[in-house]
């Protein structure tokens, strides 16, 4: 009788339980400073270092329940687009890329669009989804922004994108580059009917999406530390031969050369988006709504 196995084993996992009980994410180490996080804790702060404030990754459900007020929203569908119009393969079929990243995310693709109220303006959101193949920008994500924009338009509601992604998704080929104009088309569609359009730049914003719709906001927000810009650093540092500062392309480089207007924590994304809204939208609210028509001149009718 082994009595190391018959009597102490047991006797140890008697005190501190048996170790297959204890989940695998019940801590997560932060990729900034290395210390270790207490996941439900690290839930219940958004997803944001509570040792050294690094935003980590956060899902596109609870990145809208934290902007929308009181966590209400309604998702609007988006169309239907072709799958793998090019017959794309790889090291894996294109069809059997989406049909994996589809079971594991529950998305449709990479962009989530959603309605409701941010400091009481009707807002419409198109969130992308950087689990879903980067966030890469394909027909869907290009035919979503259009919705949202559409949407926008129709509700008198101002809209607000925020991009996560790599850049155009290389399996759709040309047709993944056509997004970046009609993305520009789409949001012009709600600036020309004088409505707010914001962009939130979150972490990374990068390549075509980077060059088209996410530069062209009436106001730039980012979250603290999200890489943005165009092509990645080593590709630059060959182009110009010469070393990059170690913070370019954060967003607190952005802000200081102009490129975003403000930097923003995620705990205070609803109530800053909230006062933008409250200045930019003065033209849709009730009461400027009757002051306009009581200041309007009447007309006069003719008389017989």
């Not at 404030?53 to 072709?82: A, C, G, W, Y």
């Not at 927000?221 to 650093?233: C, D, L, Q, V």
Request: proline fraction near 5%.
């Amino acid at each position: 009788m082994n009595w190391l196995t018959n009597f102490i084993r047991p006797s140890i996992r008697s005190i501190v339980g048996d170790q297959k009980d204890v989940p695998d994410n019940l801590w997560q180490k932060c990729p900034s400073c290395e210390g270790m996080l207490f996941s439900k804790e690290l839930n219940g702060n958004m997803n944001v270092c509570y040792h050294c404030e690094h935003h980590m990754p956060i899902k596109v459900q609870d990145r809208l329940e934290n902007i929308f007020d009181d966590k209400k929203f309604t998702k609007i569908s988006t169309p239907s687009v072709p799958h793998d119009p090019l017959k794309f393969k790889d090291k894996k079929k294109y069809s059997d890329r989406l049909k994996d990243t589809k079971a594991k995310t529950g998305e449709k693709d990479a962009i989530v669009v959603a309605k409701g109220t941010i400091g009481g303006q009707n807002t419409v959101i198109a969130a992308f989804n950087f689990a879903f193949m980067g966030g890469s920008m394909g027909t869907a994500v290009g035919e979503g922004i259009v919705r949202a924009a559409e949407e926008a338009v129709k509700t008198k509601s101002a809209l607000i994108v925020i991009p996560s992604s790599g850049g155009a998704r290389m399996q759709e080929g040309m047709l993944s580059l056509m997004q970046m104009p009609r993305t520009i088309i789409a949001v012009n569609m709600v600036k020309e009917e004088g409505l707010p359009y914001i962009v939130l730049l979150a972490n990374p914003t990068t390549g075509g999406v980077s060059a088209s719709f996410a530069m062209v906001g009436d106001v730039h927000i980012a979250e603290p530390g999200a890489t943005i810009g165009f092509a990645g650093r080593r590709v630059i540092e060959e182009t110009v031969r010469e070393t990059l500062p170690d913070d370019f392309q954060t967003a607190e480089y952005l802000l200081e050369h102009g490129m975003v207007d403000m930097v923003v924590h995620r705990k205070e994304l609803n109530a800053k988006i909230g006062q933008l809204l409250d200045l930019m939208m003065v033209a849709n609210k009730p009461s400027a709504q009757k002051k306009e028509a009581k200041n309007s001149p009447k007309k006069k009718t003719a008389k017989a």
